[in-house]
């Protein structure tokens, strides 16, 4: 039995979970809500970031005694006036097919010379149905003209990150969790927790 602490994240996507675990390293114990059958499927139903990751935090530290940490995230691209946005997971029709998501990004850039983007991630903390604190990271960058590498998950074929030529896919998840959105608003999440320790 782990004598860490357990921090859990309001999220079945096990890309995301994966992620966070390896960012977190010894300080906590990461579950997320595939360890839990009976969780609920959480509802997103908000027009940004942080409103859906807030229904996810606040929803299940209801039935945990614990933090909960839930992050919503997605891409913004600039010549698309800041779409795939909060609804990246279903851009391309069917919620969370990357494959569809990602051919119809490419679609929409192709002859497309402003290329900037940039993926945002919002975190929230919450502990029996409160929220404790938001938390927001991105990394600016640009599209790719076509996808490419076979590492990481969602736009990561499309993303080049500003100061690299490889994609989020091609550099791979160690050099990924050392810039990426999900890692800037971590840090800040992990930082708050360490001086607000019970």
């Known amino acids: 039995m782990s004598a860490l602490p357990h921090l859990i994240v309001a999220t079945r996507n096990r890309h995301k979970s994966t992620e966070i675990r390896a960012l977190v390293g010894a300080r906590f114990e990461v579950l997320d809500a595939t360890d839990f059958p009976d969780f609920p499927e959480v509802e997103e139903t908000g027009t940004t970031f942080l409103e859906n990751a807030t229904l996810k935090a606040v929803a299940i530290s209801r039935l945990v005694d614990g933090w909960v940490l839930a992050d919503d995230s997605g891409l913004e691209v600039d010549a698309l006036d800041g779409r795939p946005g909060v609804w990246s997971s279903s851009f391309g029709g069917v919620e969370g097919d990357h494959a569809r998501n990602n051919a119809r990004l490419a679609a929409a850039m192709a002859g497309v010379t402003e290329r900037a983007a940039r993926f945002r991630c919002t975190m929230v903390l919450a502990r029996a149905g409160a929220v404790a604190a938001d938390?927001?990271?991105?990394?600016?960058?640009?599209?790719?003209?076509?996808?490419?590498?076979?590492?990481?998950?969602?736009?990561?074929?499309?993303?080049?990150?500003?100061?690299?030529?490889?994609?989020?896919?091609?550099?791979?998840?160690?050099?990924?969790?050392?810039?990426?959105?999900?890692?800037?608003?971590?840090?800040?999440?992990?930082?708050?927790?360490?001086?607000?320790?019970?």
């Open 135 to 198: 938390f927001s990271g991105t990394v600016e960058g640009r599209i790719g003209l076509e996808p490419a590498g076979a590492g990481g998950f969602g736009y990561d074929p499309l993303f080049v990150p500003e100061g690299h030529e490889l994609t989020f896919a091609e550099l791979g998840g160690a050099v990924k969790n050392t810039m990426s959105h999900r890692a800037r608003a971590l840090a800040q999440a992990l930082g708050w927790l360490a001086a607000h320790r019970d």
